[in-house]
């Protein structure tokens, strides 16, 4: 039992986590089961119907924070790697967002470049600073 209720009440946070995110795991484990099967049974119509829902799933995974972006980047990468071996023709639909989006047509404008003068410096003679001397240099000069 916590001792303190801070500690108690995290503890009951973490176990309504675990319960919400065990069943997402699972469901995780099985997709990548499920596409590894897929792929080795190499039926193009079973891969263009099951690998799109399996990368918006790994997606949906990385906005419940259950996957790392970047882990689920690698998932699908590897996975498309796969697929692009056995089926090279096969293209993603744009829901899945790995399919290439068109770069909108950029404006090329013109910049007039203006030469701009540096400042002339006047250059002014000064004085050299004084020598200092010590007081003990001072009391030899004068005796």
């Known amino acids: 039992m916590?001792?303190?209720?801070?500690?108690?009440?995290?503890?009951?946070?973490?176990?309504?986590?675990?319960?919400?995110?065990a069943p997402l795991r699972a469901r995780m484990r099985s997709v990548k089961k499920k596409v590894s099967v897929i792929l080795e049974s190499k039926n193009i119509e079973e891969i263009r119907v099951f690998i799109p829902q399996a990368l918006r799933t790994f997606d949906k995974l990385v906005t419940k924070n259950i996957l790392r972006k970047q882990t689920a980047a690698r998932y699908k990468s590897r996975i498309m790697a796969k697929v692009n071996v056995i089926d090279?023709?096969?293209?993603?639909?744009?829901?899945?967002?790995?399919a290439t989006k068109e770069a909108p047509e950029k404006k090329v404008v013109e910049k007039k470049v203006v030469e701009k003068k540096a400042p002339v410096k006047e250059v002014v003679a000064e004085k050299a600073p004084a020598k200092k001397t010590s007081k003990k240099a001072a009391t030899k000069k004068e005796d």
């Open 88 to 98: 090279p023709e096969f293209v993603l639909p744009k829901i899945t967002g790995l």
């Open 2 to 21: 916590a001792n303190l209720a801070s500690v108690a009440k995290r503890a009951r946070q973490a176990e309504k986590r675990r319960l919400r995110n």
